[in-house]
């Protein structure tokens, strides 16, 4: 389809699935199972965290940051974090929608729980992630145009009547395709709800959630933590060019590779990732242990892994002490360097550095606390 217009409605989108041939190829099928182990590895590393919490605060905030960032609402994962918990409301506007985008994905994991990816649940991520009540896309006028040019890069499928029927197909095509491999259905599936585009804005970011909601519903992952938008954004140009090719020459084969290549590129980094926050874990409880031995507790620890911008309210909440107690602890975090007291308006928040560093770095490397001898060291971070 040489003559592709971008201009003009993409009424004739075909609906799934596509021809066999074109979407699993032998080197296709090689390369899912390059991404099913790092999938499997994924899930057996986050499985010795001991406390789920701790990931599951965490990684979605760092794909919330990116995927919001692919729709250039920019926010920093420190800020994410200082507001993630109660204090919402305060937070600027890209950062109050990339908080969305992460509540979006909770809520979207409780659904798959209990049901079938379907429309509605499109409907009601989107509607999280925009902070409005959504329908599916009424009106004509919404095209993609390049921020760059102005130029339009294309114009989705019009009628809402057709874009249901679209929708329909697609949410078959997730629950009974089930002779292809569910990587190759996530990829193709992802690029037909883009293509679709059922709503006035917000249709990436939607996307990106059900990518992850469609690994959680065939159990190839246990719980959100996934930040397959940090190869997305890495490799934006490529996502764009890939879903225009599929449009254009209904060339499937490079954008299953690309998506298959991001999880498994992006399952390798998490889980790396993971190793070290554990690691951290353990030297940090090593070393609390050794200077506050009268304070720690491995639940105290934890939570400063929970909440890497700690209250007094969520030792509390833990049952770790009393507001006071929990105050002079917090304190005594303080003077051994643990963590740093920051305000945030009237607030005071309790910041955790080297956890932070860790989880916004690229790179796996902390630097000890001074004072822990170096057997002890050594027995903390042994790769088990
Ligand atoms: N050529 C294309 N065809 C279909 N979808 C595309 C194309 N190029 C980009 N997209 C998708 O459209 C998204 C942008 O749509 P939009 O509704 O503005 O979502 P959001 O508000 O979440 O950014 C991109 O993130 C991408 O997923
Ligand atoms: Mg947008």
Not at 10 to 21: A, C, F, G, K, V
Not at 123 to 130: D, G, M, N
Not at 257 to 270: A, N, R, S, Y
Request: aromatic share 8%; hydrophobic share 40%; glycine share 4%.
């Amino acid at each position: 389809m040489t003559d592709f217009n971008a201009s003009l409605p993409y009424n004739e989108l075909p609906d799934l699935p596509p021809s066999i041939e074109q979407i699993e190829s032998t080197q296709i099928l090689k390369r899912c199972i390059n991404a099913r182990v790092a999938l499997a590895e994924l899930k057996q590393a986050a499985e010795l965290i001991p406390n789920s919490a701790v990931l599951v605060n965490a990684l979605p905030l760092l794909e919330a940051r990116a995927s919001s960032e692919i729709e250039n609402i920019v926010t920093t994962t420190d800020k994410l974090f200082e507001f993630a918990d109660i204090a919402e409301d305060k937070a600027d506007a890209a950062t109050k929608e990339a908080l969305r985008y992460r509540t979006a994905l909770y809520e979207g994991t409780k659904m798959v729980r209990r049901g079938m990816l379907s429309t509605d649940m499109a409907i009601q991520i989107c509607s999280t992630v925009k902070g409005i009540e959504l329908d599916i896309r009424a009106e004509s006028g919404t095209t993609l145009k390049s921020r760059m040019t102005g130029e339009v890069i294309y114009t989705p499928p019009v009628g809402q009547q057709l874009l249901i029927e679209k929708l329909d197909n697609w949410a078959l095509f997730m629950h009974e395709a089930t002779d292809i491999d569910p990587l190759v259905r996530m990829a193709v599936q992802h690029y037909q709800f883009e293509a679709i585009h059922p709503f006035v804005d917000g249709n990436g970011r939607t996307g990106r959630i059900l990518n992850i909601l469609f690994l959680l519903q065939h159990g190839l992952l246990d719980s959100p933590i996934l930040y397959l938008s940090r190869y997305i954004i890495q490799n934006k140009a490529a996502y764009y060019r890939l879903l225009k090719t599929v449009t254009h020459e209904q060339d499937w084969a490079p954008w299953i590779f690309f998506i298959l290549d991001g999880v498994e590129e992006t399952c390798t980094w998490t889980t790396d990732k993971i190793k070290s926050i554990r690691e951290l874990m353990d030297h940090t409880a090593e070393f609390v242990h050794g200077q506050l031995p009268k304070t720690y507790s491995r639940e105290l620890v934890e939570v400063l892994f929970k909440q890497p911008y700690c209250r007094i309210g969520n030792l509390v909440d833990a049952g770790i002490a009393k507001r006071q107690t929990a105050s002079v602890y917090l304190k005594q975090l303080c003077d051994i360097g643990v963590l740093h007291e920051v305000k945030s308006g009237r607030e005071t928040l309790f910041v955790h550095p080297k956890y932070i560093e860790l989880l916004t770095g690229e790179e796996n490397v902390w630097v000890y606390y001074a004072g822990v001898e170096t057997d002890t060291i050594d027995e903390a971070t042994e790769p088990v």
